[in-house]
């Protein structure tokens, strides 16, 4: 399942990326490049804000994303250490007791 899942997307980035490699003496690579940066940022932002609408559903989770969310913008610190912290902050409030 996560072959199919995640194998098209990948087996897509990687032909994309060769011949976009290929293209680089191409006069029209850079405005290309240049338009899609913001396509990219935009799809980014709403596949996070359709993740968090589900991940996010009460104050104590709101409360932890928000914790993670002003670390970030505070200090430069690892995004994965950052989900760690969060995952392992999230196990001790939820933890059955």
């Known amino acids: ?19 976009w490699n290929k293209l680089e003496k191409w006069p029209w690579r850079l405005s290309i490049q240049r338009g899609l ?7 980014l932002l709403a596949g996070t804000l359709s993740m968090a609408k589900t991940a996010v559903t009460g104050w104590t989770t709101g409360g932890i994303a928000l914790a993670v ?10 995004p994965a250490l950052l989900v760690l912290g969060g995952a392992i902050a999230g196990f001790v409030v939820f933890m059955p007791k």
Request: aromatic share 8%.
């Open 1 to 19: 399942m996560v072959i199919a899942f995640f194998g098209p997307t990948a087996l897509l980035a990687l032909v994309v990326g060769r011949v």
């Open 69 to 78: 969310l002003l670390t970030m913008l505070w200090r430069k610190v690892n």
């Open 37 to 43: 940066a913001p396509v990219s940022v935009g799809l």
